[in-house]
Nanobody, 115 residues
């Protein structure tokens, strides 16, 4: 059984920063991929950033240069540092773990960027 618990969402003004965290528990393999997705109401869930177990990263064009994904394997935690936030970054952000061809999802955390 795998569980993912996100934290760190909230309300921030445009230009501000937030750091999301996702703690994984259960049967976590050494080889996996962790990622952050986001989804607005009525829209599809889109990839924001991913990081492999050997720390190769990839980002959506819309967040490149503003967001940084990182992971702490000892703590089984993935982070998303979000800087220079824009109103269009407002979404529910979901943590994702992919291992053994199975996707696991967190419950989501709301990020709202507004003045």
């Amino acid at each position: 059984q795998v569980q993912l618990v996100e934290s760190g969402g909230g309300l921030v003004q445009p230009g501000g920063s937030l750091r999301l965290s996702c703690a994984a528990s259960g049967s976590i393999l050494s080889i996996n991929q962790m990622a952050w997705y986001r989804q607005a109401p009525g829209k599809q869930r889109d990839l924001v950033a991913l990081i492999t177990s050997d720390e190769v990263t990839d980002y959506a064009d819309s967040v490149q240069g503003r967001f940084t994904i990182s992971r702490d394997n000892a703590k089984k935690t993935v982070y998303l540092q979000m800087n220079n936030l824009k109103p269009e970054d407002t979404n529910v952000y979901y943590c994702n773990l992919w291992q053994r061809e199975t996707n696991y999802w967190g419950q989501g955390t709301q990020v709202t960027v507004s003045s």
